[in-house]
């Protein structure tokens, strides 16, 4: 079974930095697409960035240019690093893996991440 370890989140301050970790507990090139996805307090989940496992990413629009996706197979990890936080950024965010970047079949348990002044 797959199991997916978020890490790394936290408080921030807006304009500031943070990564976060997604150590995966068998190699995640098995699965195609691994992505980030946050859900804000009363909103929908929504996707974040994901990567596949020749290197494509796909980022949503209010944090494409903000935020990086990658991965390192040789440490079974992926990384969101997170630049110019903002109020509005404010999640839980979760890692999720998948066939395609249509699908998510496993899901982490999440990691908060706060930013505010």
């Known amino acids: 079974q797959v199991q997916l370890v978020e890490s790394g989140g936290g408080s921030g301050q807006p304009g500031g930095s943070l990564r976060l970790s997604c150590a995966a507990s068998?190699?995640?090139?098995?699965?195609?697409?691994i992505g980030w996805y946050r859900q804000a307090s009363g909103k929908e989940r929504e996707l974040v960035a994901q990567?596949?496992?020749?290197?494509?990413?796909n980022y949503a629009g209010s944090v494409k240019g903000r935020f990086t996706i990658s991965r390192d197979n040789a440490k079974n990890t992926v990384y969101l690093q997170m630049n110019s936080l903002k109020p509005e950024d404010t999640a839980v965010y979760y890692c999720?893996?998948?066939?395609?970047?249509?699908?998510?079949?496993?899901w982490g348990q999440g990691t908060q991440v706060t930013v505010s002044s």
């Open positions: 990567i596949a496992t020749g290197g494509s990413t």
């Open positions: 068998m190699y995640i090139f098995r699965f195609n697409v």
């Open positions: 999720a893996a998948g066939i395609d970047f249509h699908t998510t079949n496993h």
